[in-house]
């Protein structure tokens, strides 16, 4: 490779190539969950958000909505719906084998109904979670 030099490429590979690679680097490093615990980026800045705030086992439950506005603004800035999706289901024990999460309020059901909105809910960590 010289520096300094140009190599003419034909747009359509290249653009097939970077975008086959940058699907690949999305997949691996966000939509799949990690070998090691089963939790997803979004899952583990929830869970450190939490922890932050003070919101464990013991403590008094918080709005949901202001767990995904402190996730929101500190961590993880790609919507609160995603965010609030991704913390209901910790809460969900027919979601997770071992919920992190202490929902109160309305978290869905196994029969495909949606949770509550965040301002009705509220939340707290599990003693796993901590």
């Known amino acids: 490779m010289e520096i300094g030099y140009i190599k003419p490429r034909e747009i359509t590979s290249e653009m097939k190539e970077s975008y086959l690679a940058y699907a690949m680097s999305v997949i691996v490093s966000r939509a799949l969950p990690d070998v090691r615990d089963g939790l997803k980026p979004v899952?583990?800045?929830?869970?450190?958000?939490?922890?932050?705030?003070?919101?464990?086992?013991?403590?008094?439950?918080?709005?949901?909505?202001?767990?995904?506005?402190?996730?929101?603004?500190?961590?993880?800035?790609h919507g609160d719906v995603a965010v609030y999706d991704s913390m209901v289901r910790l809460a969900q024990?027919?979601?997770?084998?071992?919920?992190?999460?202490?929902?109160?309020?309305?978290f869905g059901?196994?029969?495909?109904?949606?949770?509550?909105?965040?301002?009705?809910?509220?939340?707290?960590?599990?003693p796993l979670a901590e």
């Open 43 to 77: 899952h583990r800045r929830i869970l450190f958000a939490m922890r932050e705030l003070g919101l464990t086992h013991s403590a008094k439950y918080r709005k949901s909505a202001t767990v995904v506005g402190e996730v929101l603004g500190k961590y993880h800035p």
């Open 93 to 106: 024990n027919f979601s997770m084998r071992y919920p992190l999460v202490d929902g109160q309020g309305n």
């Open 109 to 126: 059901s196994m029969d495909g109904d949606n949770a509550a909105a965040m301002r009705y809910t509220e939340a707290r960590l599990t």
